[in-house]
């Protein structure tokens, strides 16, 4: 009882936080915990990906210049056609081992430049475009054993257009849809698809795209892609958004413009996620968040030297109501180039980014320190909540992932043309840290669940087992079993991740402490497409580190 009341004090506390960011030092740690994990990983985190060997692919750009950590073995990056550095030994992506805490470089040959990526379901991690003479590259990195001898393979000229500014999304039979990119008013798949009537046909023309573009502010680039449980897409850009069917080339449906006018995509960069998909509460009703952005005016005020307040509004929008609408809300700061990342709790963490400006080479200002955690269950007045700050702006070109322990991964931010550490207002960043949300917190280790035993394969709509270990274990209400894709994160969106609340069909006590659970596995491929997730237990709003499974 007495850690029943701990949770509805801390849920209360929590809720009031909206109204200050200033609290005494006795409540630090429930506004969560910065750590710095490393002082310099050599290069800034641009784009990351976790993988599930619990490594994670980080990089950049070829024509930053030279960075701050070598190749390996007197190797060096031979590339006549790059705009900074034809002869390069130093790298430009790494593997950070996070049991190791350790940096590994990798070879980039081409440049990866504003790309995007997705995860195939064998764990192979597929990257997609960049700039110059990469921006028709696919890139492959296919997580490796003990040797750590793997590394990017690259196929020159695969995609049909240049992907520069792109988003990505796995599907249900395990390709990707790439969609977009700088002038791209297309899609097309990897792997290749081929129709009888032309070989040339793979390309895929998306007239949206086209019809959502600023002018030269443009505000429709890294459009956000979200698969749905019907199989179609929920495409966003601009202020707009359509239902897709990718297999007929087919808009379904237009849904009413998010109110107020603000643009949310590149370079107006709000986010967007799709929340929680509950296959015990029907997960064939999805909604979309989007929050953030800025004025449509905002870019070229910028590069004017005026920067103008970002968006303070999320909307949500359940998408297959008969008369979809947004329902509009306030966030207790504008921001402008955050990233949303849903927690194992179901939560959305809001992070990085800006009050002013917008996305580009020093167009952003005021950064915002304090990340935000939504609460998307919750009453509207109460669902907002303030953390507490880094002491590192993240702006132009920073990134945030999940990790499986359930702390955010947080680097990266140049808002510079080239590496700058000197002389600037917000020099380039090459440090790891990461922000550890108030459930990670030591007053809620007695409810805290940890999975002693686990079904490491999962077969859709097939029940598997579970057992986890709990010191005060509540009651079966509080209890749930919840799956999360990770997330190909860069410029503000967090590309195919999903989470997935699974039904249990019985809880029973094993031993003392110890509890073990039948849970049925995600319904189809659509809720939740084949490769590997990140399995948690949460347990009075407090996760488990998370497992992995492969599903399908």
């Known amino acids: 009882m007495a850690t029943l009341l701990l949770l509805l004090s801390f849920s209360s506390f929590m809720s009031l936080m909206v109204f200050s960011q200033t609290l005494p030092a006795l409540y630090s740690g429930r506004q969560g915990e910065w750590n710095l994990l490393q002082e310099s990983i050599g290069i800034s985190a641009m784009h990351m990906q976790l993988l599930h060997n619990n490594k994670v692919i980080i990089y950049d750009r070829t024509d930053f210049g030279p960075s701050n950590i070598s190749l390996p073995n007197g190797h060096c990056r031979r590339d006549s056609l790059d705009t900074m550095l034809q002869v390069d030994c130093t790298a430009h992506s790494v593997l950070f081992d996070l049991e190791a805490d350790e940096v590994r470089p990798l070879m980039i040959q081409t440049d990866t430049w504003c790309s995007s990526g997705a995860v195939l379901s064998d764990g192979t991690l597929v990257q997609t475009g960049g700039f110059n003479d990469g921006d028709r590259v696919v890139r492959t990195f296919t997580p490796c054993g003990r040797d750590n001898d793997c590394d990017w393979v690259e196929f020159p000229q695969y995609l049909l257009q240049r992907r520069w500014y792109a988003s990505n999304q796995i599907l249900p039979d395990g390709r990707i849809i790439i969609v977009g990119g700088r002038r791209q008013f297309n899609y097309e798949f990897y792997p290749k698809v081929y129709r009888s009537s032309s070989s040339n046909s793979q390309l895929f023309q998306l007239e949206f795209l086209r019809e959502t573009r600023d002018g030269a502010n443009e505000n429709n680039l890294y459009p956000f892609l979200h698969l749905l449980p019907d199989g179609n897409l929920f495409i966003f850009a601009n202020t707009r958004s359509i239902l897709f069917n990718y297999r007929q080339n087919r808009v379904v449906k237009e849904f009413p413009s998010i109110p107020g006018g603000d643009p949310r995509n590149y370079p107006s960069s709000g986010s967007s996620v799709l929340l929680p998909l509950d296959e015990s509460n029907n997960a064939n009703d999805p909604e979309i968040m989007v929050c953030g952005g800025a004025p449509k005016s905002s870019y070229g005020r910028a590069t004017s030297g005026t920067f103008i307040r970002a968006t303070t509004t999320c909307g949500r929008l359940r998408v297959q109501e008969n008369n979809p609408s947004w329902i509009m809300e306030q966030m207790p700061i504008p921001r402008v180039m955050g990233d949303m990342i849903i927690l194992p709790t179901g939560d959305i963490a809001i992070i990085n980014g800006a009050e002013l400006g917008t996305a580009g080479w020093e167009y952003g200002r005021a950064p915002v320190l304090r990340p935000i955690i939504y609460r998307p269950s919750e009453q509207s007045d109460w669902r907002f909540s303030i953390m507490a700050p880094s002491d590192r702006p993240r702006l132009y070109h920073s990134s945030t992932i999940l990790l499986p322990d359930g702390r955010l991964l947080v680097g990266g931010s140049n808002p510079h043309v080239y590496y700058n550490f000197t002389n600037v207002e917000y020099p380039t960043d090459l440090t790891l840290e990461a922000f550890s949300p108030p459930y990670l917190s030591t007053e809620y280790s007695p409810i805290k669940p940890r999975i002693v035993s686990f079904d490491a394969s999962l077969d859709y709509d097939k ?70 997730y990140m399995l948690f237990v949460v347990h009075a709003n407090v996760p488990s580190t998370g497992m992995w499974v492969k599903i399908g």
């Open 463 to 532: 029940t598997f087992s579970l057992r986890f270990l709990v010191r005060e274990y509540l009651t079966e209400r509080v209890l749930s079993i919840r799956l999360i894709a990770p997330s190909f994160t860069t410029h503000s969106f967090a590309m195919n991740q999903r989470m997935v609340v699974l039904r249990m069909s019985r809880v029973s006590r094993a031993m003392s402490d110890m509890y073990d659970v039948r849970v049925l596995a995600p319904s189809k491929p659509e809720i939740a497409p084949p490769g590997y």
